[in-house]
């Protein structure tokens, strides 16, 4: 019997990872296609600095609780949705997924002075809202010195919408394979897929300018409904 070839438009389209939920719209699809990145050596060593710290941390919740798994599987057919928990505890509350973040020291100080970043709460309440969960704990540390910044988080349906309005937006591209119009804001000059975007730096510098703050479409819910923690269960 003749063996079927699989072609490249044949494979089963990629699930949606979760770290994208607060990313662009653009780069969202570009990712789900499959586009290509370009990361520099800072970016490079930056990840895997956050990767060694990323697995400590792991270690340090599984010596101190015994309610706990780390890497947990999420996948679900109804979002979409396919990826990893770092961590989910099992609390007198219900189950409790724990995120975890590294930055740099300046990023680190926006933080705790203004709150979490757009895209660390966004997939902490995909977390949430895919598996129905009790609540979550984002755990943001500085890279190197080591401060450390806690935030809890409640189940939100404003949330629970607007990433499902997201991810819908993103398979519709995706099924198409067409880009959807850019998202500009000044993450687009970090960002490790620019020259999608843009013919060159100057005209990326020259849009960035023009149109510095980031407008998702819809309208993102609001991030400010965080509560501070000092421990990761409190």
């Given at each position: 019997m003749p063996v079927a070839k699989t072609t490249k438009n044949s494979r089963p389209p990629r699930s949606f990872p979760p770290s994208l939920a607060g990313t662009c719209l653009r780069y969202a699809v570009m990712?789900?296609?499959g586009f290509g990145r370009l990361i520099d050596e800072e970016s490079q060593l930056a990840m895997h600095?956050?990767?060694a710290l990323h697995k400590t941390f792991q270690?340090?919740?599984m010596r101190g609780r015994a309610m706990c798994r780390v890497e947990v599987a999420v996948k679900d057919e109804t979002w979409?949705?396919?990826?990893r928990m770092d961590a989910l505890l099992e609390t007198g509350k219900g189950a409790l997924v724990v995120e975890y973040k590294t930055v740099a020291s300046q990023r680190f100080d926006a933080i705790a002075?203004?709150?979490p970043l757009f895209s660390h709460w966004a997939q902490l309440q995909l977390?949430?809202?895919v598996g129905q969960l009790a609540g979550g704990v984002l755990v943001v540390d500085e890279r190197p010195q080591g401060r450390r910044i806690i935030f809890s988080a409640d189940p939100d349906p404003s949330w629970t919408v607007w990433l499902?309005?997201?991810i819908s937006q993103v398979k519709q591209h995706q099924s198409m394979r067409k880009l959807p119009e850019r998202e500009i804001s000044s993450a687009c000059l970090t960002c490790d897929r620019?020259?999608?975007c843009f013919a060159d730096p100057d005209v990326r510098d020259r849009e960035v300018v023009a149109h510095p703050q980031w407008e998702p479409r819809p309208v993102a819910p609001d991030t400010r409904r965080f509560h501070l923690a000092s421990d990761i269960v409190s």
């Open positions: 990712e789900v296609l600095a956050g990767s270690e340090e919740l979409g949705v396919s990826g002075a203004d709150g977390y949430i809202a499902k309005a997201r620019w020259r999608r």
